[in-house]
């Protein structure tokens, strides 16, 4: 990842969209550096598409400053297409049309940029040039849309939930993909619900919810500020409860927190809160249902801050 003084890609500043009654984006302040993968993280409705299709220039803000690679969409729209590539959640495509036919359609838009020989052949396609789009499987067409953003050798890569619907090989070979562009250093502004996506792809990333900014930082440093290292999750027979306040009191417990009958006990030493959260719960008369331990994930930071589920609608 680039620094901040190595210049900035993007920067969004007070961002606000609203649709009638329902706030998309409210108050959003963003910056994305050149040379980094950027994550939008949160759940679905959270503001995240709204917020990047008014980046790439195909939505209006009600209010809001949106700079560019230094321009603004209004006054410099030719000039920042050229330098733009986007991948949309979904891309509609000709399905009479083949790969090779289809990148070469995109490439038609752009002034200049790379060959579409070497673009199919980047996005691991060229067994499929000659193939029709309506022929492909659903992770094919994913990397087909990746190729046609790809196509005007883009300074700035906007990718929204680029792996969403995905089985997992699929999705692992686009991580791939983007892993590359990273390292060829591309700036790169995605949007996920997927945590471990996130986790392993992005150097910074910004937590939404409601269109707000809740958290702003590396995984790793948004991981560490849970001040621990381990997450505890149970769920008792017969839908029981128990008393919470006694399981703050286990040694090495941090926070505890219920949702759906399930309790989450973020925990810095597992090996001493493990028995003790055992003994707690016999005290109490509670019968366990399930029990099951996992390091902190981002998933975890947003439980934190919001008390639901990244994936919650």
Same mark, same amino acid.
């Given at each position: 990842m680039q620094s901040p003084a190595a210049g900035t890609a993007l920067q969004v500043?007070? *961002?606000?969209?609203?649709?009638?009654?329902? #706030?998309? $984006?409210? =108050?959003?302040?963003?910056?994305?550096?050149?040379g980094e993968c950027f994550g939008l993280l949160g759940p679905n409705g959270a503001g995240k598409t709204t917020t990047i299709e008014?980046?790439?220039? *195909?939505?209006?803000?009600?209010?809001?400053? #949106?700079? $560019?690679? =230094?321009?603004?969409?209004?006054?410099?729209d030719r000039q920042l297409r050229e330098r733009l590539g986007i991948s949309l959640q979904e891309t509609q495509f000709s399905e009479k049309l083949t790969v090779e036919e289809t990148v070469q359609l995109f490439r038609s838009f752009y002034r200049a940029g790379a060959s579409p020989t070497a673009v199919i052949a980047m996005v691991q396609l060229g067994e499929k040039a000659r193939s029709r789009v309506g022929n492909l499987s659903g992770g094919q067409k994913q990397r087909l849309a990746l190729a046609c953003a790809l196509v005007g050798e883009p300074e700035l890569l906007f990718l929204d939930e680029p792996t969403t619907g995905l089985d997992p090989q699929s999705r692992r070979q686009l991580w791939g993909l983007i892993e590359g562009l990273k390292s060829a250093?591309?700036?790169?502004l995605l949007t996920t619900h997927y945590m471990e996506e996130a986790e392993r792809l992005c150097d910074r990333v910004a937590i939404v919810d409601h269109g707000k900014r809740i958290a702003l930082g590396t995984p790793r440093e948004l991981i560490a500020a849970l001040r621990a290292e381990h997450v505890l999750e149970f769920a008792l027979a017969?839908?029981?409860?128990?008393?919470?306040?006694?399981?703050?009191?286990?040694?090495?417990?941090?926070?505890?927190?219920?949702?759906?009958?399930?309790?989450?006990?973020?925990?810095?030493?597992?090996?001493?809160?493990?028995?003790?959260?055992?003994?707690?719960?016999?005290?109490?008369?509670?019968?366990?249902?399930?029990?099951?331990?996992?390091?902190?994930?981002l998933e975890d930071v947003f439980v934190s801050l919001t008390g639901r589920n990244l994936r919650d609608e």
């Amino acid at each position: 990842m680039q620094s901040p003084a190595a210049g900035t890609a993007l920067q969004v500043r007070n *961002l606000r969209k609203a649709y009638q009654d329902v #706030v998309a $984006v409210d =108050g959003l302040d963003l910056e994305v550096f050149r040379g980094e993968c950027f994550g939008l993280l949160g759940p679905n409705g959270a503001g995240k598409t709204t917020t990047i299709e008014i980046c790439e220039g *195909l939505n209006t803000p009600d209010a809001g400053e #949106v700079i $560019v690679l =230094g321009r603004h969409w209004g006054t410099d729209d030719r000039q920042l297409r050229e330098r733009l590539g986007i991948s949309l959640q979904e891309t509609q495509f000709s399905e009479k049309l083949t790969v090779e036919e289809t990148v070469q359609l995109f490439r038609s838009f752009y002034r200049a940029g790379a060959s579409p020989t070497a673009v199919i052949a980047m996005v691991q396609l060229g067994e499929k040039a000659r193939s029709r789009v309506g022929n492909l499987s659903g992770g094919q067409k994913q990397r087909l849309a990746l190729a046609c953003a790809l196509v005007g050798e883009p300074e700035l890569l906007f990718l929204d939930e680029p792996t969403t619907g995905l089985d997992p090989q699929s999705r692992r070979q686009l991580w791939g993909l983007i892993e590359g562009l990273k390292s060829a250093g591309r700036s790169i502004l995605l949007t996920t619900h997927y945590m471990e996506e996130a986790e392993r792809l992005c150097d910074r990333v910004a937590i939404v919810d409601h269109g707000k900014r809740i958290a702003l930082g590396t995984p790793r440093e948004l991981i560490a500020a849970l001040r621990a290292e381990h997450v505890l999750e149970f769920a008792l027979a017969g839908h029981a409860a128990v008393d919470q306040a006694p399981l703050l009191d286990i040694e090495g417990v941090c926070a505890a927190v219920q949702q759906d009958g399930t309790y989450r006990l973020q925990v810095e030493e597992l090996h001493l809160a493990m028995p003790a959260l055992l003994g707690e719960l016999r005290r109490q008369g509670a019968q366990l249902a399930e029990l099951r331990t996992h390091s902190a994930t981002l998933e975890d930071v947003f439980v934190s801050l919001t008390g639901r589920n990244l994936r919650d609608e």
